[in-house]
């Protein structure tokens, strides 16, 4: 028998950002197939080296694209709590493979591993845990008789722990009979005349199918629509106190967008359909108001569901609406339907204490996205708060240290989140710095104390301090919006414009120090010559 296992870590080659990842990978050194080789037995240190091989490899292969761009953050020496999380999962489940074909003489080494990873999930969660545990009795009854129904129809558990639970633990289940979703369109009176209409999507019949399904007495899923506000209180229901708050911001053109694309689409489709087919699209039922309300419906509380034919759809998924977003979740993968059971599982990524909030992942989405289509900012430091900068620059890659520097799109964010604020770094995203950089400079830009790079980053130093300047200016006008007597909307708006300027007030901040940090370095030289 072979003594010993291996696993097989690799990066796909469809990976958007293959090439990018590749290079971060052969700069430590390693390639994009890597086996890992595991003894049957393995002391302490070993299992700590393995461990850590590992985690820098699946780091890299789960980056999304801002956790690339901007790099490891300050202090915690990994990319995000989500890539870290990602990374330390993707490990569990490559070992838990073979640990649960009882592989004879690896098993010991292998659970050795595993224990020291649940170790490292711990740790995780003791340091980015917020503290968030509420009260376990339900919100009002309306919740309670959902929570009640959903039990009568099959579901498990609710958004507070009942008891601890470790990794791997399910903390709710959905039996997939009462999950809303396509198929009940095609069974209904109006799918003979949406699906003649050009360009009508799937999501938009169930929309529409939900706008009826509201006001059906004997529907099947009455007490899940009854539990419904009657107010989503999103972005899309911002009045406009809030929008005029909110005027010279990201925010603001989200909002707007948004709001012009839902309303073409409405009118595209009523009060034709209304007029055409009164009885199937009663116009009372099929007001903008009543869309507007679907639409908030359906943003803020469905998901994408991977069914056990394999076809992914569009989903409402009752009792899930309990379940928070944190940028901390405890709960990552949640949308494959289980074929065995035919529900929908919802496991743990990292423990969850009795009495604590459980919370799950909506996505890696930026404070404007989460206020528009969801109505809130979340707790804490968001990494996806980024502020995209439009400027066009000829694209030459005069970056002898730095092969990541070919990026057609750049951000910024928060400053504090940075690894390193130092001379040619402030702080500030590599990939900007080193594109501002070969617009400037004739040469190939280094990273050396010599005079020309320090002229050539006083300047990059000094044009963004410009253009974030103006953009503060922009952000400045915060009277009357934090008012007590304001409603949600402009409260929330000025959350998020109070959110924005610390942003740029960081940017601006970096690049004072950094400005300073060169020319201190220019005077060193000047004195040189």
Known sequence: ???????????????????????????????????????????????????????????????????????????????????????????????????????????????????????????????????????????CDKEKCLAQWAQNNGAGRGAIAMEDMEVGDIAMEIPASIIISEDLVYKSDMYQVLEKIDGMSSETMSLLWSMKERHNCNSQFKMYFDTLPENFNTGLSFGVEA???????????????????????????????????????????????????????????????????????TCLIPVAGFLNHSLHPHIVHYGKIDSTTNSLKFRLSRPCSVGEQCCLSYGNFSGSHLITFYGFLPQGDNPYDVIPLDFEVDQVDTMVECPLSNWTTHMVRGTWLSENQNIFYYGLPSPLLDCLRSALSQMPFTKTLIKANMEVDKEVLEDLQSTFNAMMENLSDMDSVDRESNSWDVKLASQFKGMQRRIVSSILTSCSTGIKLVEHELSKCKAEE
Not at 106 to 122: G, K, M, P, S
Not at 244 to 273: C, N, S, W
Not at 279 to 300: G, K, N, R, V
Request: net charge negative; aromatic share 10%.
């Open 243 to 313: 929008i005029m708050a909110l005027d010279g911001t990201l925010l603001f053109e989200e909002i707007m967008q948004a709001k012009e694309h839902l309303r073409v689409q409405y009118d595209e489709l009523f009060p034709a359909l209304s007029k055409d087919h009164p009885d199937i699209f009663p116009p009372e039922l099929y007001t903008w108001e009543q869309f507007l309300w679907a639409c908030e419906l359906w943003y803020s509380n469905s998901m994408k569901i991977m069914f056990a034919d394999g076809n992914l759809k």
């Open 1 to 139: 028998m072979r003594e010993g296992y291996s696993i097989l870590l690799e990066l796909s080659d469809v990976d958007p950002f293959f090439d990018k990842k590749k290079r971060l990978l052969n700069d430590i050194g390693f390639d994009v197939k890597e086996i890992v080789h595991i003894k049957s037995s393995l002391d302490r240190d070993s299992v700590s080296t393995i461990l850590n091989q590992m985690l820098q490899i699946a780091r890299i292969i789960h980056l999304d694209e801002v956790e690339l761009y901007f790099g490891q953050i300050g202090g915690l020496g990994f990319y995000s709590p989500r890539n870290e999380m990602e990374a330390q999962n993707f490990i569990l489940s490559l070992i838990k493979s073979p640990l649960s074909r009882h592989v004879c003489m690896q098993t010991h080494a292998l659970q050795d591993l595993r224990d020291a990873l649940i170790n490292r999930i711990h740790e995780l969660g003791t340091e980015v845990k917020v503290e968030n545990k509420i009260d376990i009795n339900y919100k």
